[in-house]
């Protein structure tokens, strides 16, 4: 690069912010989504909602069918607007636990995440499994304790389950002043000073932040101006204080609390996101050697997105910019393939909303249209070669077989198949007995059959019948150890595309059994497997 191009791909990645919003669901991650936006002004107060519930505007990212029909997101898509100048891309992460594996591969193109908590509710399953993911990947972590304005939990409880459960050491940079249901406003512990509480019409404008100062607040408060006062005195007393890199090893949490129904602290959590979260950096390679954001332009393909508009038939494949500059039309190189792919069809999408993308910065996603042949983890770049470190594989727990219910569509269902398993739906594996007639799909979750199904039927034409099986537990094997465990009972040995040897036991017992009886044999555990303990508690 030149270097005013150098310089620009510094200025560019510094202004701006990539993150998600994890939560269990229910705990407000849309609602908080949606006042994002209205803060950054991309939604003006009544607009339209980012998803359609009773009743409301047709949901901006809920839209495949089977996401309608059901009410999740299953879908991630991009939001991306402008606060403060500064550029802010918002990854949106599938609600639902079933989609876990989608979330870690979302949230590899981002650099934070922030986690809402429902004030009532504290750590939910899903919270827990999500930071997991964050965990794994050392990722900063800004909460949000959310529904302050109605009946909930003690603020203290609620900071000692992050620590203990979380193992996160958790800072509030606002303490609550009255308690949950009873809101009066924060106090900004930086500052000393009162931000009072004001109710929105279900919050669609933005909430005035009148600021008090102390003495006021005293006066105005009484008891619940010192009952915060107290909490802020011995928050300050035990040494809750923030500390940026511990914050940014994902070791400590900036707590904010509010109530994203009724806007308040919404402005407060934005600011945080800009002054926080930290902007693009260099980013490690395979080889764990950093490639700065000013080297030749890269993306890592973080996510393959199927039939995003009914009327096209197509295939996006979306990349977050790790270095460099992107300018549609440059001819980049795939990596696993060295092929060169001319980016003609670059967009951003929001929902069903398509824009063209002109050029792109470290941080921001692009979708490529048509990006055949690309998979999650890929790595595309210009001059300088690099691959990124491989996807880790979800441990699935659930396997059933597929077969085509008419035979004369059994080239469709292949294709089906092949496609559904490159873009990461399930994953595919074969029997060698059986082979390509009746494949295996394994999934974490079980929804994810059912959007295999879907798929398969309206869009590949190859309608099927699926029968669970047996198995429930996986690990990683080799060619040796398979010839080794075929035999056993209780066990089979499955292949996938790339040809890793995939070893199925019908339960964890039996896993631990053949692992404890044949210490020579290869097997691994994979990621977030639902029968081991998450690796960071070990
Ligand atoms: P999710 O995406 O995390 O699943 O949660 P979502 O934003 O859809 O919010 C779940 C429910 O919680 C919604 O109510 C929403 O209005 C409510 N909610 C979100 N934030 C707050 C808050 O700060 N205070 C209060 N009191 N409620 C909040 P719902 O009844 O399911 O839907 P709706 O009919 O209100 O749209």
Same mark, same amino acid.
């Given at each position: 690069?030149?270097?005013?191009?150098?310089?620009?791909?510094?200025?560019?990645?510094?202004? =701006?912010?990539?993150?998600?919003?994890?939560?269990?669901?229910?705990?407000?991650?849309?609602?908080?989504?949606?006042?994002?936006?209205?803060?950054?002004?991309?939604?003006?107060?009544?607009?339209?909602?980012?998803?359609?519930?009773?009743?409301?505007?047709?949901?901006?990212?809920?839209?495949?069918?089977?996401?309608?029909?059901?009410?999740?997101?299953?879908?991630?898509?991009?939001?991306?607007?402008?606060?403060?100048?500064?550029?802010?891309?918002? #990854? *949106?992460?599938?609600?639902?636990?079933?989609?876990?594996?989608?979330?870690? /591969?979302?949230?590899?193109?981002?650099?934070?995440?922030?986690?809402?908590?429902?004030?009532?509710?504290?750590?939910?399953?899903?919270?827990?499994?999500?930071?997991?993911?964050?965990? !794994? /990947?050392?990722?900063?972590?800004?909460?949000?304790?959310?529904?302050?304005?109605?009946?909930?939990?003690?603020?203290?409880?609620?900071?000692? !389950?992050?620590? !203990?459960?979380?193992?996160?050491?958790?800072?509030?940079?606002?303490?609550?002043?009255?308690?949950? @249901?009873?809101?009066?406003?924060?106090?900004?512990?930086?500052?000393?000073?009162?931000?009072?509480?004001?109710?929105?019409?279900?919050?669609?404008?933005?909430?005035?932040?009148?600021?008090?100062?102390?003495?006021?607040?005293?006066?105005?408060?009484?008891?619940?101006?010192?009952?915060?006062?107290?909490?802020?005195?011995?928050? *300050?007393?035990?040494?809750?204080?923030?500390?940026?890199?511990?914050?940014?090893?994902?070791?400590?949490?900036?707590?904010?609390?509010?109530?994203?129904?009724?806007?308040?602290?919404?402005?407060?959590?934005? *600011?945080?996101?800009?002054?926080?979260?930290?902007?693009?950096?260099?980013?490690?390679?395979?080889?764990?050697?950093?490639?700065?954001?000013?080297?030749?332009?890269?993306?890592?393909?973080?996510?393959?997105?199927?039939?995003?508009?009914?009327?096209?038939?197509?295939?996006?494949?979306?990349?977050?910019?790790?270095?460099?500059?992107? !300018?549609?039309?440059?001819?980049?190189?795939?990596?696993?393939?060295?092929?060169?792919?001319?980016?003609?069809?670059?967009?951003?999408?929001?929902?069903?909303? =398509?824009?063209?993308?002109?050029?792109?910065?470290?941080?921001?996603?692009?979708?490529?249209?048509?990006?055949? @042949?690309?998979?999650?983890?890929?790595?595309?770049?210009?001059?300088?070669?690099?691959?990124?470190?491989?996807?880790?594989?979800?441990? %699935?727990?659930?396997?059933?077989?597929?077969? %085509?219910?008419?035979?004369?569509?059994?080239?469709?269902? /292949?294709?089906?198949?092949?496609?559904?398993?490159?873009? @990461?739906?399930?994953?595919?594996? =074969?029997?060698?007995?059986?082979?390509?007639?009746?494949? #295996?799909?394994?999934?974490? @979750?079980? #929804?994810?059959?059912?959007?295999?199904?879907?798929? #398969?039927?309206?869009?590949?034409?190859? %309608?099927?019948?699926?029968?669970?099986?047996?198995?429930?537990?996986?690990?990683?094997?080799?060619?040796?150890?398979?010839?080794?465990?075929?035999?056993?009972?209780?066990?089979?040995?499955?292949?996938?595309?790339?040809?890793?040897?995939?070893?199925?036991?019908?339960?964890?017992? /039996?896993?631990?059994?053949?692992?404890?009886?044949?210490?020579?044999?290869?097997?691994?555990?994979?990621?977030?497997?639902?029968?081991?303990?998450?690796?960071?508690?070990?």
């Amino acid at each position: 690069m030149s270097s005013p191009e150098i310089s620009a791909a510094h200025h560019e990645a510094d202004r =701006r912010r990539t993150f998600a919003i994890i939560s269990h669901p229910d705990a407000g991650k849309t609602t908080l989504t949606e006042k994002f936006l209205l803060y950054s002004g991309v939604l003006t107060a009544g607009a339209g909602s980012v998803k359609g519930k009773g009743g409301q505007a047709a949901a901006a990212s809920d839209w495949m069918e089977i996401e309608q029909q059901r009410g999740i997101s299953i879908s991630s898509t991009v939001l991306r607007f402008e606060y403060r100048d500064h550029l802010v891309n918002l #990854l *949106d992460t599938p609600g639902h636990k079933d989609f876990s594996e989608d979330t870690f /591969r979302v949230l590899a193109a981002t650099d934070a995440a922030v986690m809402v908590l429902d004030g009532a509710k504290g750590i939910e399953p899903q919270t827990r499994r999500l930071f997991e993911v964050c965990r !794994e /990947r050392d990722m900063p972590i800004v909460t949000f304790i959310n529904k302050w304005d109605r009946p909930g939990r003690d603020a203290f409880e609620l900071l000692d !389950e992050i620590e !203990e459960q979380l193992i996160l050491d958790p800072v509030p940079i606002t303490w609550p002043v009255g308690e949950a @249901g009873d809101f009066r406003g924060v106090v900004d512990r930086q500052t000393g000073e009162f931000v009072r509480y004001t109710r929105t019409a279900r919050g669609s404008t933005m909430a005035p932040e009148e600021v008090v100062d102390p003495e006021r607040a005293a006066i105005d408060e009484g008891d619940a101006w010192t009952d915060a006062h107290e909490g802020v005195e011995l928050l *300050d007393s035990i040494g809750r204080n923030f500390d940026r890199k511990r914050f940014e090893a994902g070791d400590l949490t900036p707590i904010f609390f509010g109530s994203a129904l009724t806007n308040f602290g919404v402005a407060k959590l934005l *600011d945080a996101v800009v002054d926080l979260v930290p902007s693009p950096t260099a980013r490690l390679d395979a080889n764990d050697e950093p490639r700065p954001i000013d080297s030749p332009f890269s993306a890592l393909v973080f996510k393959i997105q199927a039939n995003t508009d009914k009327n096209h038939r197509d295939r996006i494949a979306f990349m977050r910019v790790c270095s460099g500059r992107f !300018e549609r039309g440059m001819v980049v190189t795939h990596g696993p393939t060295g092929k060169p792919f001319a980016t003609k069809y670059a967009h951003s999408v929001q929902g069903q909303d =398509r824009e063209t993308v002109e050029e792109a910065w470290p941080g921001d996603v692009v979708g490529l249209v048509n990006a055949n @042949g690309f998979g999650v983890g890929d790595a595309v770049y210009q001059d300088k070669e690099v691959s990124w470190p491989a996807m880790p594989v979800f441990a %699935p727990s659930f396997f059933q077989v597929v077969r %085509p219910l008419d035979t004369g569509k059994f080239k469709q269902f /292949r294709s089906g198949i092949a496609h559904l398993d490159e873009e @990461g739906v399930v994953q595919v594996l =074969r029997i060698p007995d059986v082979g390509d007639q009746a494949p #295996l799909f394994a999934a974490v @979750g079980e #929804l994810q059959f059912e959007v295999a199904r879907h798929r #398969l039927e309206n869009e590949f034409g190859a %309608p099927v019948e699926m029968r669970p099986t047996t198995w429930s537990v996986a690990r990683i094997t080799d060619v040796e150890s398979a010839r080794e465990l075929r035999p056993l009972f209780g066990v089979e040995v499955a292949e996938r595309a790339d040809g890793t040897q995939v070893a199925l036991f019908e339960s964890a017992v /039996r896993a631990r059994q053949v692992e404890n009886d044949n210490p020579e044999l290869t097997l691994i555990r994979m990621m977030a497997d639902a029968n081991a303990e998450p690796a960071w508690l070990r």
